[in-house]
């Protein structure tokens, strides 16, 4: 599996925003449909965006469309997550994914490969 590693993440005040980057490494990035996961405490593991291999398809969670974008570059082994309009409610650890298949979906245990995680906290 590709190994995944975070970064990005911080504090910022609501309404700011952020972008995490997710670099790869290990096998071929090109390889694998991307997502972005994020886990509150006490609450499970949710989806917020994906994306295919080479980015032709897109999916977004109700909570975070309009305002999340997710990109990739393959010639950089990185999956960004841009975060626009930022809620306190946004607060949570956030993840990236791998699945080695084309199309990419909405359930973790569909993705062998994850980061350790990057914390972000939305201040009200």
């Known amino acids: 599996q590709v190994q995944l590693l975070e970064s990005g993440g911080g504090l910022v005040q609501a309404g700011g925003s952020l972008r995490l980057s997710c670099v790869a490494s290990?096998?071929?990035?090109?390889?694998?449909?991307m997502a972005w996961f994020r886990q509150a405490p006490g609450k499970e593991r949710e989806f917020l965006a994906a994306m295919s291999r080479m980015g032709g398809i897109t999916d977004y969670s109700d909570s975070v469309k309009g305002r999340f974008t997710i990109s990739r570059d393959n010639a950089k082994n990185t999956v960004y997550l841009q975060m626009n309009s930022l809620k306190p409610e946004d607060t949570a650890v956030y993840y990236c994914?791998?699945?080695?298949?084309?199309?990419?979906?909405?359930?973790?245990?569909?993705?062998?490969?994850w980061g350790q995680g990057t914390q972000v906290t939305v201040s009200s």
């Open positions: 290990g096998r071929t990035f090109s390889g694998y449909s």
């Open positions: 994914a791998g699945r080695d298949r084309i199309i990419p979906t909405r359930i973790p245990a569909d993705f062998g490969s």
